[in-house]
């Protein structure tokens, strides 16, 4: 159907200065831009939409989601198109649902729950192994945005080597790049890693660059966690630097930030290192959410090789006299490498989610209020809730820096990405409002960004780290992924308190040419697909 957007301001994703147009739309692409004062009448026919007032920007990626079940689960995936998201990136932090056997299959569903949740009805079917296969299920099933995959690598070694803390073999390794070398032949875009969990933590230097030869290869990139976010975060960000410039792999820098106390302050050192990288040659880009707090699971919190083996050896561990001292000792004095390095801060890990009901009335609490209530100390608040929860229990960790925040979000090569869970009786609010806190708060109150910064950093950048030639700009004969919001009113409406709030301000967003949101209501239609 041929649809007019008329008079919108466009701010096109390039930075440049925004324009007042018409859009026509047609066949999924932008078929014809009229801009305000060109010869000729005005477009019209078909659907025509009365744009005065609102923003046309390219739909905003989300590179760093968590939407792997909830793509399926939640078709209308309102928490996202509201936020005028037309794009995510899913695989990430090393962890998600394939390549995978049946053996690794049910173990990332337990370790998994915490983030994703864990579907079980009898309507949900587990029916992917590959990559392939799993970007088949999401085309066949329908989505409400568009998605691209990242191979995630504790997955994949998980597959073929379990949850061991222990280097691969070389036989294994072999199996490992043979693996990924096949996903990605099968539409995955790069690799994740998540080097603070298990059991992709448990890879060495050598074993990754091995890893990102490949995605290199196959002109992907490689995001990942690195290994702390608080002491030795610089050392961490130094070793996947080191990692891509080897293998000649791009980069990008999951949620790239310096947290806990220790980082207070100290972003520009982060971003000199990027600067060095991009200078030497690094294909770099990185990413954050608008917000202080992050958000993991509680059993994350745990040291190395508390967790070996999987989540079955894990419980095991913490009713374990000997190994439960020796869990304290690395959370409350040594660091633990789960915590970054960080000794633990109770008051800092709030409870944001738990799987179990019974034990709801622990949400919102920290750890050090929930020892309180129960009249214990913090560390056994923590044990028995992990055990008690079935390793399910989901977090906030009060780390961030507001200066911090604001220094990597103004970099030439920052993205956006929520880093959003989706499930929890109290998540946290970035999943619903990341994209219009960076237009409303850092943008039009803030001042921060420039609106034609904010919406390039949102759209064109990520694009062209994902290698799409025909998306991310608001562009004749590119596809018609697009948002419009008003300047003066968008904003995020979740908050801590109440995280699943719609935002304001996003009237309409397309996908693919389609209409998923019109005027704020979302539509029945699903028009998204596997980016490969």
Known sequence: ???????????????????????????????????????????????????????????????????????????????????GVTLEVLGQDGLSYAPVDDTTSAGLRRQLAGWNGDPSDADFDWNWRSVGDYLARLDAQGIAVNAAYLVPQGTLRALVMGWEDRPATAAELDRMRQVLAQSLAEG??????????????????????????????????????????????????????????????????????????????RAGE??????????????????TYPYLPGSTT????????????????????????????????????????GCHGVVA???????????????????????????????????????????????????LQHVGHEENVRAVMRHDVHCGGSDGLLVGDRPHPR?????????????????????????????????????????????EGWVADLVLFDPETVAEEASFAQPRRLPRGIPHVFVNGVAVMDDGRRTTALPGRAIT
């Open 188 to 265: 995955a875009v790069g690799m994740s890693s998540g080097l603070t969990y298990t059991p992709g933590m448990y890879a060495d230097t050598a074993e990754l660059t091995a890893l990102c030869e490949v995605v290199a290869a196959h002109g992907g990139y490689w995001c990942p966690h690195h290994r702390s976010y608080g002491a030795g975060a610089l050392e961490a960000y130094a070793e996947v630097v080191g990692i891509a410039r080897t293998a000649g792999c791009a980069l990008h820098l999951a949620h790239a930030t310096m947290n806990f106390e220790v980082n207070r302050g």
């Open 345 to 395: 801060d109770w008051d800092t890990v709030q409870i944001s989610g738990v799987r179990e009901p019974a034990l709801r009335p622990a949400v919102g609490l920290t750890v050090r209020r929930l020892a309180r209530r129960d009249g214990v100390e913090p560390f056994e608040a923590f044990t028995r809730l992990l055990v008690e929860d079935g390793l399910g229990t989901t977090i």
């Open 1 to 83: 159907m041929r649809t007019v957007l008329r008079g919108a301001l466009v701010v096109d994703g390039s930075g440049g200065a925004p324009y007042r147009a018409d859009a026509v739309l047609g066949g999924g692409r932008i078929v014809t831009l009229h801009r305000e004062g060109d010869p000729g009448p005005r477009p019209g026919g078909g659907w025509v939409l009365d744009a005065d007032g609102l923003v046309l920007a390219p739909g905003f990626v989300d590179m760093h989601a968590h939407s792997d079940l909830a793509l399926l689960t939640d078709p209308a995936h309102e928490a996202k198109v509201a936020q």
């Open 431 to 475: 999943a619903w409002g990341t994209f219009p806190r960076y237009l409303g708060t850092y943008v039009r109150e803030l001042g921060v960004l420039s609106l034609p910064e904010a919406v390039r950093h949102l759209s064109a950048t990520p694009a062209r780290r994902l290698g799409l030639r025909d998306r991310g700009q608001v562009r």
């Open 270 to 287: 982060l971003l000199a290192l990027v600067d060095t990288a991009l200078a030497d040659g690094v294909d770099l880009t990185l990413d």
């Open 298 to 337: 509680l059993a994350a919190l745990l040291p190395g090789w508390a967790a070996a083996g999987g989540p079955a050896e894990t419980l095991r561990r913490l009713a374990d006299p000997a190994a439960r001292a020796r869990i304290r000792a690395d959370l409350e004095v040594h660091g633990s490498d």
